[in-house]
T-cell receptor, first 119, second 117 residues
Framework: GAGVSQSPRYKVAKRGQDVALRCDPI?????LFWYQQALGQGPEFLTY????????KSGLPSDRFFAERPEGSVSTLKIQRTQQEDSAVYLC?????????????????FGPGTRLTVL | AQKITQTQPGMFVQEKEAVTLDCTYD???????LFWYKQPSSGEMIFLIY??????QNATEGRYSLNFQKARKSANLVISASQLGDSAMYFC??????????????FGQGTILTVHP
């Protein structure tokens, strides 16, 4: 498919477990974003990659959250020692390339998300 | 910091009628982008329409149009000829220009639209 894909779609974890969420961006998209969406809320920014470089991680809520994109394509968001407050939908989005203009080419295309439930 | 306000938690519309979803934004930036997304119950965020802060004409994409009033800082989404498949959550969002913002989006709380047959 040509869109952004994410796996797994659903993840149930016991409190204290580590989880890894995967994102496959649109081929050729340089920019990749992770967002967290709590139930009934709008998504909130977590982190941003340009190719393999993580240029902004200001939205990561704690040092238990870690993201990587080692080859500039697939990205993984890892959450260590999960807590109940981590329960949310984690959305991945990609766009062509950030040129600093806030223009139409910066449109982000989202994947279906991973719904994480921490018991 | 940017802020998006969507004051309508829920909206109802009759099939084939037009509906307007409100969005106001708060930013001190001169250059920014405004994006509307649709999120059906399946969860995926679907891009609908984009408006640039320097665009003088309102954006249109098929049945979607954006009523952009820069002085009032509003960017309302108009959906014409509503269809049952339009029932979903709708999010208004904004990004800012400038190298260190990287295009990250700030979202509103969303509006749930229900289309009645």
């Amino acid at each position: 498919g040509a869109g952004v894909s994410q796996s797994p779609r659903y993840k149930v974890a016991k409190r204290g477990q580590d989880v890894a969420l995967r994102c496959d961006p649109i081929s050729g998209h340089v920019s990749l974003f992770w967002y967290q969406q709590a139930l009934g809320q709008g998504p909130e920014f977590l982190t941003y990659f340009q190719n393999e470089a993580q240029l902004d991680k200001s939205g990561l809520p704690s040092d238990r959250f870690f993201a990587e994109r080692p080859e500039g394509s697939v990205s993984t968001l890892k959450i260590q020692r999960t807590q109940q407050e981590d329960s949310a939908v984690y959305l991945c989005a990609s766009s062509l390339l950030w040129r600093g203009l806030a223009g139409p080419t910066d449109t982000q295309y989202f994947g279906p998300g991973t719904r994480l439930t921490v018991l | 910091a940017q802020k998006i306000t969507q004051t309508q938690p829920g909206m109802f519309v009759q099939e084939k009628e037009a509906v307007t979803l409100d969005c106001t934004y708060d930013t001190s930036d001169q250059s920014y982008g405004l994006f509307w997304y649709k999120q059906p119950s399946s969860g995926e965020m679907i891009f609908l329409i984009y408006q640039g802060s320097y665009d003088e004409q309102n954006a249109t994409e098929g049945r979607y149009s954006l009523n952009f009033q820069k002085a009032r800082k509003s960017a309302n989404l108009v959906i014409s000829a509503s269809q049952l498949g339009d029932s979903a959550m709708y999010f208004c969002s904004t990004s800012r220009a400038g190298g260190t913002s990287y295009g990250k989006l700030t979202f509103g709380q969303g509006t749930i639209l229900t289309v009645h047959p």
